[in-house]
Nanobody
């Protein structure tokens, strides 16, 4: 079974940057869409960004213009470059992938991002 492994979270000051990475445990699977959701304390999970297999990105309004999503199809990895971080970006970030003809939904383990001075 394919797994997604996340890395790159941490603590950063407001205005700083972090880069999240998401890597599939296997290279020989077709991942149609990859992206991230986040869940802040006491809040519902919310969409952050996604990227299609042909590289078309989509962003939630609060992060548009600040963050960039990218992927490497050969390596089955995706990355989320988060710039100009704000305290309201503090959350656990979950990578996901839609895999195969049935778009099987696979999730990463989550990584904590904390923005604080």
């Amino acid at each position: 079974q394919v797994m997604l492994v996340e890395s790159g979270g941490g603590l950063v000051q407001p205005g700083g940057s972090l880069r999240l990475s998401c890597a599939a445990s296997e290279n020989n699977v077709a991942i149609n869409e990859m992206g991230w959701y986040r869940r802040a304390p006491g809040m519902l999970r919310e969409f952050v960004a996604s990227i299609s297999s042909d590289g078309i990105p989509a962003y939630a309004g609060p992060v548009k213009g600040r963050w960039t999503i990218s992927r490497d199809n050969a390596k089955n990895t995706a990355a989320l470059q988060m710039n100009t971080l704000e305290a309201k970006d503090t959350a656990v970030y979950y990578c996901y992938g839609l895999i195969g003809l049935e778009n099987l939904e696979v999730w990463g383990q989550g990584t904590q991002v904390a923005v604080s001075s």
